[in-house]
């Protein structure tokens, strides 16, 4: 079995478990793996969907594009990359929580619900599609819920021991 | 001058006022107007962009299509209506506050304030009926809306103006 990651919001005590997609997104995949343990600030996503957003400061060069979708499902985890000079095209309904991503800005998003479409200011936005939940997508979801109904949290990203 | 309506995010103390656009959507503001004043969650969208919404009672003599848009602008008011079912929504909203039951339909007023925004719904884009236009104050409307998604749901407020 591949390698998984566990994401976790600390505040409500809720852990979701994802498999790494290494063969459709081996180089996306390799990266996260390399940054983890990470934590972060968590946003509900505004134009997104059911989604919410970590960001993780970011300046090294990051994956191209690979196994890019505008059709999210329910679990999937999408890579965004935003180099500093695209910093700015981030929603600003997260500005005052968010800092230190000047230099360009990694967002992991997991999507939780249907119906969801990541849309940016020219229409969807292509992400790299390298990870899936497996495990605890229900509670997950309701964490993520709160996010939306309560405002942006703390998010952690490790690896997992899960085989 | 027409009538107008003031809006309000209680929790940030801002309010800004709209005008009715009761020559192009006369049955909408007539409901609105007689709903009035409400006082209710304020939520932010999550797929449709910079707008806030809140639940309205039932209108009773419709809902009808007046005025519709897909293509709301910074400082349109909207009404919405979606018929029993058409979504569901999520049983932690009902442990906020007062949301309305999914069986009956739901009636929303939605203010646009920034761009781009796109009305998305579950089927694709939601045609509102656009009945009113934020004026007074609508700046600083507008520079607090974006903490509803940042800090979560908050109070909206809508009262008769003059």
Redesign the interface.
């Known amino acids: 079995m591949g390698r998984h990651i566990e994401i976790t919001i600390p505040e409500y005590g809720v852990s979701a478990v994802a498999e790494l997609l290494e063969q459709l997104a081996p180089h996306t995949c390799q990266q996260i793996w390399e940054i983890l343990p990470f934590q972060g600030i968590c946003?509900?996503?505004?134009?997104?969907?059911?989604?919410i957003v970590a960001h993780i400061p970011a300046s090294e060069e990051l994956p191209k594009e690979e196994n890019q979708t505008i059709y999210p499902i329910p679990g999937d985890l999408f890579l965004y990359y935003y180099p500093a000079e695209r910093v700015h095209r981030i929603p600003?309904?997260?500005?005052?929580?968010l800092s230190g991503l000047e230099k360009g800005v990694l967002q992991v998003v997991c999507f939780y619900g249907?119906?969801?479409?990541p849309?940016g200011?020219t229409g969807p936005i292509p992400g790299n599609r390298f990870g899936c939940c497996s495990h605890n997508l229900d509670n997950f979801g309701?964490a993520c819920?709160?996010v939306?109904?309560?405002?942006?949290t703390m998010i952690q990203v490790s690896r997992s021991a899960e085989q | 001058m027409g009538r107008q309506i003031e809006i309000t995010v209680v929790e940030y103390r801002v309010t800004a006022t709209a005008d009715l656009l009761e020559d192009l959507a006369p049955s909408t503001c007539e409901y609105i107007w007689e709903s009035l004043p409400i006082e209710g969650l304020c939520f932010h969208a999550q797929q449709t962009g910079p707008m806030i919404f809140t639940f309205l009672p039932p209108w009773h003599k419709g809902p009808i299509q007046e005025y519709p848009s897909i293509y709301p602008i910074p400082g349109d008011v909207c009404f919405y209506y979606y018929p029993p079912n058409y979504f569901q929504i999520p049983k932690l909203w009902y442990t906020v506050g007062r949301v309305p039951s999914m069986k009956k339909g739901i009636f929303e007023v939605a203010v646009y304030y920034g761009r781009p925004a796109v009305p998305l719904g579950p089927a694709g884009p939601v045609p509102g009926n656009r009945f009113a236009i934020l004026t007074d104050n609508f700046e600083n409307f507008a520079a607090v809306c974006p903490r509803v998604i940042a800090e979560g749901c908050k109070t909206l407020r809508i009262t008769r103006g003059r």
């Open positions: 946003c509900h996503a505004s134009t997104f969907g059911s989604a600003k309904e997260w500005e005052g929580k249907r119906n969801s479409i849309f200011w309701m819920q709160r939306y109904l309560e405002g942006c």
